[in-house]
């Protein structure tokens, strides 16, 4: 964003200083006149997109990067989760918190290895409700 205020700083005051030069130089140099303004106001802004500093990553620079493979393993927990929360928010069974532990295969599929479901109200309405499903792992409840 910074870099958008520069370059639209640049134009305006290159803009207010040929308007002063178009002035100052009356019928003289018309015709030629606006070809030196249209210059200057181009090598202004092209002076200022050479000159700025565009950053498109979106995380800070203090933040590690995470390797792939870790990437895709928190993805899949996360996704795991996501899916299970709305298994039983659909069978009106309440809950704080869930956890699952995954590993991914080569082939991408997911494989949901232990669940941990913290405040659940009906622990055996969990389990069928998993079954149901044909999610076949450990349950853990905290």
Excluded: H, W
């Amino acid at each position: 964003m910074d870099s958008v205020r520069q370059i639209a700083l640049s134009f305006c005051a290159s803009a207010v200083f040929c308007a002063g030069v178009g002035v100052l130089n009356g019928k003289v140099l018309e015709k030629s006149g606006r070809y030196i303004i249209a210059l200057i106001l181009l090598c202004s802004v092209i002076g200022t997109l050479a000159s700025a500093d565009f950053s498109l990553g979106f995380l800070p620079e203090n933040v590690p990067a995470l390797e792939q493979s870790e990437t895709a393993e928190d993805l899949s927990g996360y996704s795991a989760e996501y899916l299970i929360a709305s298994l039983l928010k659909e069978k009106g069974i309440s809950f704080e918190k869930i956890s699952a532990n995954v590993t991914k295969n080569e082939g991408g599929s997911i494989v949901i290895s232990e669940i941990t479901v913290f405040g659940a109200d009906n622990p055996e309405a969990v389990k069928e409700t998993l079954d149901a499903c044909g999610i076949d792992c450990g349950v853990n409840f905290a």
